[in-house]
């Protein structure tokens, strides 16, 4: 569980600079909440990538991790805003899987 926080906070740290600093800001607050979907999507995927979760209980997981992400930005944010966090979460979700899809293990934890 250390470890899933260590990659939230590490993601989001990192895409957050890279978005401010290098891609072009569009504000330091929605770079912090894309910044954030990453470093959420790189987490939910680390923390479900266990055997003791079936495939249903992943997607079950990561569309409440999505739905937790859309509602903060709906909060902070317009709906044209807030929506491409949900792109952003999907891409780094399925990216951690597709990495992993080459590994004997079918798993990056090991």
Known sequence: ????????FAGTGISFLLNYFLL???????????GFAFGLAWATAYFLDDEKFSL???LIYSFLAMAILILLGLLLFTFELAVPSIIKFSMVFVAYYV???FKRTKSLRR
């Open 24 to 34: 072009g800001s569009q504000g330091w607050e929605l770079d912090l909440y894309y």
């Open 1 to 8: 569980m250390q470890k899933t926080f260590l990659y939230l």
């Open 99 to 101: 990495l992993a899809s």
């Open 56 to 58: 249903p209980e992943k």
